[in-house]
């Protein structure tokens, strides 16, 4: 996909990655968030990927008080009987934009959890998809993102496809 003049970054890697986002909704819409066993197999979907995700990307390198997500991950799966699954053989594209795309990628996976969260039957752990972004949080990461990939969208695209990619690889497991 071509950027034009106008485009910002953010803007083209929403209309870059859209049919890859659906087909991860899709993917992780099958598992059944209102039941225990639908819950702790969703979980180790994303134990699949995301950990590796954040060592690979590492984000805190990108954005200044950044917080991961796997300690919360591997805690509410432990709370619910699994264990963390073998992480995907996963390759990041190479070059910081590529790693903006794959942040991109998992920290846009939030605002997914807090809806998500609601499915979740009271009483059981959540701390992974509670995990939220604080007050302006979001925006800022885009900011910040607009202004690190500057015009390498390709490399970016490819970052976030990939990033795409494993997320749907490891709901396919």
């Excluded at 950990?51 to 796997?70: C, F, K, Q």
């Excluded at 963390?84 to 998992?106: K, N």
Aim: glycine fraction near 12%.
């Amino acid at each position: 996909m071509q950027a034009s003049q106008t485009d910002s970054a953010v803007a083209h890697l929403r209309a870059a990655t859209r049919v890859d986002h659906e087909q991860v909704d899709a993917a992780y819409g099958r598992f059944a968030l209102d039941t225990r066993d639908g819950y702790r197999d969703f979980l180790t979907a994303h134990a699949r990927i995301l950990p590796l995700a954040e060592r690979l990307i590492d984000p805190g390198a990108l954005v200044e008080g950044w917080h991961g997500r796997t300690q919360a991950l591997h805690d509410d799966l432990a709370a619910l009987g699994g264990e963390a699954p073998p992480e995907l053989d996963f390759a990041l594209p190479p070059g910081a934009a590529a790693r903006w795309g794959a942040l991109y990628v998992i920290e846009g996976s939030r605002l997914g959890g807090a809806v998500l969260a609601r499915s979740v039957p009271e009483g059981l752990p959540a701390a992974y998809l509670g995990a939220r972004h604080g007050s302006g949080g979001w925006r800022d990461l885009l900011a910040r993102l607009e202004t690190a990939i500057g015009d390498e969208y390709a490399k970016a695209e490819a970052g976030a496809k990939a990033m795409f990619g494993a997320y749907l690889e490891a709901a396919r497991r």
